[in-house]
């Protein structure tokens, strides 16, 4: 119990990393998977395409290999980059932001396939109800589209948020000291892993549980007066 509470300061910076971690995933994952759901239900098949290569390469390569080839393999394009444009002489990719863009990409693509499942839920006539009024396409989106949208996402959205927080765990392969980081690095300087692997354990499980708990909340919310189907 001592060493938890000497180590105390050190796994805080490790959970503060990982929420930072996970929400800032999580944004570019939204802002990914809407791109993707737009692509996807565009009428030109081009885009189509580009957004069915995208969905399709991520949800069959492993996280960890998408992690790894994004922080190393990016460093050096960028560095080659810089080689032929001269631009910059060495780039060295932040661990913080590198698990950002790999997490945020890998779920940018689940992202899509929960927006565009949640958009073709919208019933048609809605659409056109504002259509047949005069509302501008973004009146209609603000209105119309958006409420539906978070209504019908927000369950596969749920699964996709706390999926990626536990995802998060991988960015301790690259060196950034998230929870499980922090927690092995303290487990060892202590030789007891399992007491400090326990601490990381019961982290991801709190957090978990008040987000399960605050997402369904606000399911509840957008779902108020709606009959559900039996």
Same mark, same amino acid.
């Given at each position: 119990?001592?060493?938890?509470?000497?180590?105390?300061?050190?796994?805080?910076?490790?959970?503060?990393?990982?929420?930072?971690?996970?929400?800032?995933?999580?944004?570019?994952?939204?802002?990914?998977?809407?791109?993707?759901?737009?692509?996807?239900?565009?009428?030109?098949?081009?885009?189509?395409?580009?957004?069915?290569?995208?969905?399709?390469?991520?949800?069959?390569?492993?996280?960890?290999?998408?992690?790894?080839?994004?922080?190393?393999?990016?460093?050096?394009?960028?560095?080659?980059?810089?080689?032929?444009?001269?631009?910059?002489?060495?780039?060295?990719?932040?661990?913080?932001?590198?698990? %950002?863009?790999?997490?945020?990409? @890998?779920?940018?693509?689940?992202?899509?396939?929960?927006?565009?499942?949640?958009?073709?839920?919208?019933?048609?006539?809605?659409?056109?109800?504002?259509?047949? %009024?005069?509302?501008? *396409?973004?009146?209609?989106?603000? *209105?119309?589209?958006?409420?539906?949208?978070?209504?019908?996402?927000?369950?596969?959205?749920?699964?996709?948020?706390?999926?990626?927080?536990?995802?998060?765990?991988?960015?301790?392969?690259?060196?950034?000291?998230?929870?499980?980081?922090?927690?092995?690095?303290?487990?060892?300087?202590?030789?007891?892993?399992?007491?400090?692997?326990? @601490?990381?354990?019961?982290?991801?499980?709190?957090?978990?549980?008040?987000?399960?708990?605050?997402?369904?909340?606000?399911?509840?919310?957008?779902? *108020?007066?709606?009959?559900?189907?039996?």
């Amino acid at each position: 119990m001592e060493n938890v509470i000497a180590y105390s300061p050190f796994l805080m910076k490790g959970v503060t990393v990982t929420i930072a971690l996970s929400v800032c995933s999580i944004l570019l994952a939204v802002a990914l998977g809407l791109l993707g759901a737009a692509g996807k239900l565009s009428e030109r098949l081009w885009v189509q395409r580009i957004a069915g290569i995208y969905i399709t390469i991520v949800r069959g390569i492993p996280d960890l290999v998408v992690m790894l080839l994004l922080y190393f393999g990016g460093q050096v394009l960028l560095n080659q980059i810089g080689a032929l444009t001269g631009l910059w002489t060495y780039f060295e990719l932040n661990q913080f932001v590198a698990g %950002v863009i790999a997490i945020g990409f @890998i779920f940018g693509a689940y992202m899509s396939e929960t927006f565009r499942g949640a958009y073709m839920s919208i019933p048609v006539g809605m659409i056109e109800a504002g259509v047949s %009024v005069g509302m501008t *396409r973004i009146t209609l989106f603000r *209105r119309v589209i958006w409420p539906q949208l978070v209504r019908y996402a927000l369950p596969g959205f749920t699964n996709n948020w706390l999926t990626l927080m536990k995802t998060t765990a991988l960015v301790s392969v690259i060196g950034l000291e998230d929870i499980v980081y922090n927690g092995f690095a303290a487990g060892r300087a202590t030789r007891e892993p399992f007491t400090f692997m326990l @601490i990381a354990l019961f982290v991801y499980l709190v957090l978990t549980i008040l987000s399960d708990t605050g997402l369904r909340a606000l399911e509840r919310r957008y779902t *108020r007066g709606v009959q559900r189907g039996v």
